[in-house]
């Protein structure tokens, strides 16, 4: 019994083993499978999938699963094992009649058919179309969606060079290959101008070129870069370049254009961060979701600007569907700018259809998407720290007296100073113009006021009287200043002006009347007993008491005297213009005299006609955005995020609102290898963790892209193009990386640093690839005339920012005044509602600040600025266009920026290099001059060849036109 138990033992057991054997050889790898994903399948995927795929399969015959392909089309079976004479797909491939118009290559051919020869072997089913990439698309193999590779830096043996720097190496290494050598150093005056251009976008001061010529040493190389990466002009600089890339703009775009006063707190909010060196992962975390890591603050309010940057469309319609509808226009905006700027990756392309080029579908988008479905743009109010004491009320006197001169130049060439404040003008015209003839006008004004004492007049306001002709040109005109209303002390107390005219017989004249200043909030003043008469006759032309208005309201009582005030009066004598009916103050019983208001602060002002005028307007504009951004209450408005409940996403068919399908959890992408596309969420979830996960994910260590691009964009500013030459795209339809060896090195690097863009920036700036000379060498033009090799320095142009603000810098009226409001170089003309912004060159010294302080609304010109290729910021600018037109020529010729900065250069010259050096005729305080002139504006003294005519210019016309030549040479205008 025991013995027949353990042979039954032990067949047991050989059987299991057998069976084991059995079941390992069946779970094997077919090695036809895999090759039937690697070749076959990537072949049916990349030509035949567009239209052999699901249910609506032309001639039903679906080629991406194995049971379908096998079983055919409504022409019969597709692919017969072993026989390709009955396989109708193959024969119509080698046909070349499929795919229509694009035959199959040969080698493909030769695949597909051994494929039916060998047995029609079958892999994956159904057929990943993304699993490998194709001549024509990216799959999930794609050499950007890979993990960072850990690259060892080339050793030097390989390098012909003996520079040490793993830039160097990974540089000449491919120098190398390529039977290419490096450029030498560029001198050290280009050196130390191409640092201070590209690190701060100012032109060095001759005194540190000087500096370096002297000691050109990698110890001095080193402590200048430190020092202009701990200037506040780096934070300006590099922003510029970030600003570009994520579309800032401070108007809504699209058909009204409304201007977004508070928007510019995102931008300081760039800069800041800059300066701090905050690390990049946290740079992006913050301007995804800044208001939710800190709340209630305005640093992560300004943060998620970035999110509602782009344009806004405020002209929906009505109807529900066209209100999704432009809601998802903004969220494929939204999405796209998020996934380009941090992954490369253009998601957007992904809403109506998958990708026709990357690998990634049109539900990853909407799942993408779904992360930012609870964003809205919205004005909040934000705590602040406090303004510093004083500032307010300085800000509002300089405002004043802007005004003030505002009015006196309008006045003047008989313009009307405010379209808005309390204006009367005589219904019927007067016989006071006869040729010869001199006539004095006379009235009264005293200070006065209404039901609040706030609105009293003051010192500096007063009333103006003027005398028109009927086409509106002034003929003459006088205003009085009262004094100021001091509590009512000084009700009643008239100041009597006159003035008289010649007339001139061209026709009959009107009187008007109107307060000066406008936009004071308070009244001018009060009129009486106003008259015109003929001084040597003494005819009486015209007597207003003013005692005839006719109110219409109940009076209301004065403040401080109680005095009867009425509102709504009218005249048969005078017609009103302005905001308010005719108020009139009661003197006495039956003695009435005219109020004036000036209007609200804040009001419109008058359409400036003059450049002068032009430029006092975008002054006032600029103190005012600058007097609301303090804090009032300890509140500050920003443009940002005001997120609403998303509820549940859907994939949207062919993008149509109309056409919702399936629900979508908010969701990553993924074609990235090694990084969890979930973000553990359902499909109901909250704006706050949409946002979170989405920066969490965006910014996870495993994410590739994340720093590849990071890298590749600050390469990009730094030698012209980047590794990958399109910044936004490290797609299929993107470039192809120059250096792939050198740009996951970097992108390993500068994860392993903290993320530190400053410290990714030393790192450049100390190569010798990045010091070499930029000049062109016949031998290795022919071998790699676009330089993607960098065998030099790529020659640059300044930006047309850089190009303003050097200018600005040399003739030394730079305002250094970091942060706050913009200057503004255009002024506002509403029709609306419409909103136009009419470009002029402004004069005041506010203006004079650094062009990233511009108010950059979208649609305007700034002719400069424009013509050297500035863009507009209604679209993404990861990587500007750079054009070389005869208009430059011109702009940077005749432009009325270019002619005042000569003239202030001239100014500093004179200033600097005083009369009286040597010789009677002043030559050598000339030659000293010009000298100076060169070494500010092209940091080099002039040769031989240069100084003899430039005295000559000099003597003949003065330094400015020097100086108008030096800012229009082409060594001012190229970094070197």
């Known amino acids: 019994m025991g013995r027949t138990a353990d042979r039954m033992s032990l067949i047991i057991a050989w059987a299991c083993l057998l069976a084991g054997m059995a079941r390992g050889a069946d779970t094997r790898p077919d090695p036809r499978a895999a090759e039937f994903d690697r070749k076959v399948a990537t072949i049916l ?67 597909l058919r051994q494929w039916v020869e060998s047995g029609t072997a079958w892999g994956t089913s159904p057929i990943d179309p993304y699993r490998y990439s194709t001549r024509r698309r990216a799959g999930y193999d794609w050499w950007s969606l890979q993990p960072i590779a850990t ?195 253009t998601v957007n392309c992904a809403r109506c259809h998958d990708h026709k080029f990357d690998p990634i579908t049109t539900r990853e988008y909407y799942s993408f998407a779904a992360a930012l479905d609870g964003v809205r743009p919205a004005e909040l109010r934000v705590p602040a720290p406090p303004a510093p004491e004083g500032l307010r009320e300085s800000l509002a006197r300089s405002r004043e007296d802007l005004l003030a001169k505002l009015n006196a130049l309008v006045e003047a060439r008989g313009g009307v100073v405010s379209p808005v404040a309390n204006r009367l003008r005589m219904r019927r015209p007067i016989e006071a113009n006869h040729i010869g003839k001199r006539y004095r006008v006379s009235f009264s004004v005293a200070p006065t006021t209404w039901s609040s004492a706030a609105q009293a007049t003051g010192p500096d306001d007063g009333v103006t009287v003027r005398v028109l002709r009927t086409d509106g040109t002034l003929v003459a005109s006088r205003t009085v200043r009262p004094g100021p209303w001091d ?287 930029s000049r062109s060498h016949a031998d290795c033009d022919r071998k790699d005339r676009d330089n993607r090799l960098l065998w030099r320095q790529n020659p640059r142009r300044v930006e047309a920012e850089v190009l303003r603000d050097s200018m600005l810098e040399i003739a030394g009226v730079l305002d250094r005044e970091t942060y706050g409001p913009p200057y503004r170089d255009v002024q506002v003309v509403r029709v609306p509602p419409t909103h136009y912004y009419r470009p002029f060159d402004p004069e005041d010294a506010w203006a004079n600040r650094r062009t990233i302080y511009r108010w950059q609304v979208r649609g305007q010109r700034s002719a400069l600025l424009d013509t050297f290729d500035c863009p507009d910021p209604s679209v993404k600018t990861p990587a500007r266009n750079v054009s070389t037109t005869a208009s430059q020529a011109l702009s940077q010729w005749n432009n009325p920026l270019v002619l005042r900065m000569a003239r202030l250069l001239a100014a500093r010259l004179e200033r600097e290099v005083p009369d009286g050096l040597e010789g009677r005729d002043g030559g050598a305080t000339s030659a000293r001059r010009i000298e100076r002139a060169w070494s500010l504006v092209l940091g080099r003294p002039p040769g031989p060849d240069e100084l003899g005519p430039s005295v000559g210019l000099v003597r003949e016309q003065g330094l400015a036109p020097l100086c108008r030549v030096l800012f229009n040479s082409n060594e001012f205008i190229l970094v070197d």
Request: glycine content about 10%; overall charge negative.
């Open 45 to 111: 995927a990349d030509r035949c999938l567009e239209c052999h795929r699901g249910p609506a399969a032309e001639g039903e015959l679906d080629l991406s699963r194995e049971a379908s392909a096998r079983k055919g089309g409504t022409g019969g079976p597709a692919f017969v094992a072993g026989d390709p004479g009955r396989s109708l797909a193959l024969q119509r491939v080698l046909a070349d009649e499929m795919p229509p118009k694009h035959p199959l290559p040969a080698d493909e051919k030769d695949i």
């Open 151 to 345: 690259v060892p830096v080339p050793s030097p043996p390989v390098v012909r060079e003996s520079s040490g720097h793993p830039i160097d190496r990974f540089i000449r290494a491919r120098l190398a290959e390529a039977g290419l050598a490096a450029s030498p150093p560029a001198t050290a005056r280009e050196q130390v101008r191409r640092l201070y251009i590209d690190l701060t976008g100012l032109p060095p001061p001759p005194e540190a070129v000087e500096r370096f010529v002297q000691d050109p040493s990698q110890e001095a190389w080193s402590r200048l870069a430190e020092k202009l990466l701990a200037s506040k002009a780096y934070g300006e600089r590099w922003a510029r370049h970030w600003l570009d890339a994520v579309r800032f703009g401070e108007s809504s775009g699209y058909e009204y254009n409304q201007p977004r006063e508070n928007a510019w707190r995102y931008r300081d909010w760039v800069i800041g961060a800059l300066n701090a060196d905050l690390p990049y992962d946290q740079f992006t975390r913050m301007q995804i979701a800044g208001d939710l890591l800190r709340p209630g603050t305005l640093e992560g309010a300004a943060a998620v600007g970035f999110l509602v940057a782009g344009n806004h469309n405020t002209v929906l319609g009505a109807s529900p569907a066209m209100k999704m509808a432009g809601h998802q226009d903004e969220l494929e905006e939204m999405a796209g700018t998020v996934a380009q700027t941090f992954l490369g990756l």
């Open 487 to 773: 509590g009512g002390k000084n009700a009643g107390r008239f100041r009597t002006g006159d003035f008289e005219y010649e007339g001139d017989g061209r026709g009959n004249l009107t009187v008007e009347l109107l307060p000066s200043p406008a936009h004071s909030d308070r009244f001018g003043g009060a009129v009486d007993d106003l008259s015109i008469k003929e001084v040597a006759g003494g005819e009486t032309l015209l007597a207003e008491s003013f005692d005839n208005l006719r109110p219409h309201q109940p009076p209301g009582a004065q403040a401080d005297t109680g005095r009867k005030v009425f509102f709504g009066s009218t005249s048969e004598r005078w017609a009103h213009f302005g905001i308010n009916a005719i108020h009139a103050e009661e003197r006495g019983p039956g003695n009435l005299a005219l109020q004036l208001y000036a209007g609200p602060t804040g009001a419109q002002f008058p359409i400036a006609e003059t450049a002068e005028e032009r430029s006092i307007v975008a002054a006032i504009e600029s103190l005012d955005s600058r007097m609301a951004a303090l804090p009032a209450g300890g509140m500050v408005p920003v443009y940002t995020v005001a997120p609403v409940d998303p509820g549940v996403s859907r994939v949207l068919a062919r993008g149509d609102v109309l056409r919702p399908g399936e629900e979508v959890v908010p969701a990553g992408l993924s074609a990235l290898r090694g990084l969890d596309p979930s973000f553990q969420l359902d499909k109901s979830a909250a704006d706050g963790p949409r946002r979170k996960r989405l920066a969490e994910w965006i910014t996870h260590p495993d994410n590739s892209l994340f720093a590849r691009v990071a890298v590749n964009r600050v390469w990009h500013h730094h030698f012209g193009r980047g590794i990958v030459d399109t910044p936004n795209d490290f797609g299929f339809g993107g470039g192809r990386p120059s250096h792939p060896e050198l740009l996951d090195w970097l992108a390993h690097w500068f994860r392993g640093n903290g993320y530190s863009l400053k410290a990714l920036h030393r790192l450049i700036v100390s190569s010798d690839t990045y010091r070499q000379a």
